[in-house]
């Protein structure tokens, strides 16, 4: 058999190589657009990546809506294999997210202090789609609509997703469609504000895993829930720890205390029923 010539061309004659009339791989992802949005304001060499880590992380959480939008809608249908795949999906986005923070913690405080003041009160708890997977998550709170009345279209999407019933929120209607006891005030209330812990929904899911081979496909939904908040609090837990290793205990460039406030978020849970009946199992 004749050995292959690592010299030679690995263009071949069946590629497409005349693009001028057709559409292109920088076509299709409108390339131009995306990478021309990294507009340093300052001449760091360190602010690129900044930028750069915060439009990735973006992209990602567009994505995770995405998809949490459609689990959402498969869980309301009572159709839980696709909610599983997208679930599934989430959950492998938020490894990336935690991934980037890995790569902005080689920002060391000189490199970062060095443009920060032109960040003005730009900061990321502004970021409209991580509003938009909280609320869909249920981490409902209505203040967190004030930094974007100044944009229409944004501030009716997010009041909508605050309005709305959460993921969880469309897992215990199902429950409460499949024949299980979840009380009126839980299913039927206003879901603007988050779920409360409550004892009666924490029952209906221990039964639920005591009975795990007659109710699987709901016991696997509740093992996709409890995936999606351990990563998502992995990446609260990252973002937080790689704000102290550049700014330590300084406030946020958005007026927050920095540190602090993101450590509140820790203490909260999107879905407390599940993490409780652990210990009664």
Do not use: C
Not at 115 to 132: D, I, K, P, T
Not at 172 to 188: Q, T
Not at 269 to 281: A, C, G, K
């Amino acid at each position: 058999m004749a050995e292959a010539n690592p010299t030679a061309s690995r263009v071949g004659d069946e590629m497409h190589l005349d693009l001028a009339e057709r559409m292109s791989y920088a076509d299709y992802l409108h390339l131009d657009t995306l990478l021309s949005a990294q507009k340093p304001l300052t001449d760091q060499h360190d602010e690129v990546l900044f930028i750069v880590i915060h439009h990735v992380q973006e992209l990602w959480l567009r994505l995770a809506a995405h998809e949490l939008q459609a689990a959402m809608a498969s869980i309301r249908a009572d159709d839980l294999p696709p909610a599983f795949k997208g679930l599934a999906r989430v959950t492998r986005i938020q490894e990336q997210l935690i991934q980037a923070w890995d790569v902005l913690s080689t920002l060391t405080p000189a490199d970062y202090l060095a443009f920060r003041g032109a960040l003005g009160q730009s900061s990321g708890f502004q970021s409209h789609q991580y509003r938009l997977l909280e609320f869909l998550l249920g981490a409902k709170d209505g203040r967190m609509l004030l930094p974007h009345r100044h944009d229409e279209a944004v501030h009716g999407r997010l009041r909508a997703a605050l309005d709305a019933p959460s993921l969880y929120d469309e897992a215990l209607r199902l429950l409460r469609l499949r024949g299980f006891p979840i009380p009126d005030g839980v299913v039927e209330r206003d879901f603007s504000e988050p779920h409360q812990f409550d004892e009666r929904v924490r029952d209906v899911w221990l039964t639920i895993y005591r009975n795990s081979k007659q109710h699987f496909d709901l016991y696997e939904l509740a093992e996709e829930l409890v995936d999606v908040e351990d990563w998502f609090q992995q990446w609260r837990f990252r973002h937080m720890k790689t704000v102290e290793r550049i700014i330590g205990l300084k406030k946020g460039t958005g007026g927050s205390a920095g540190v602090g406030f993101l450590r509140t978020a820790l203490e909260r849970s999107f879905f407390p029923e599940l993490w409780d009946l652990r210990t009664l199992l």
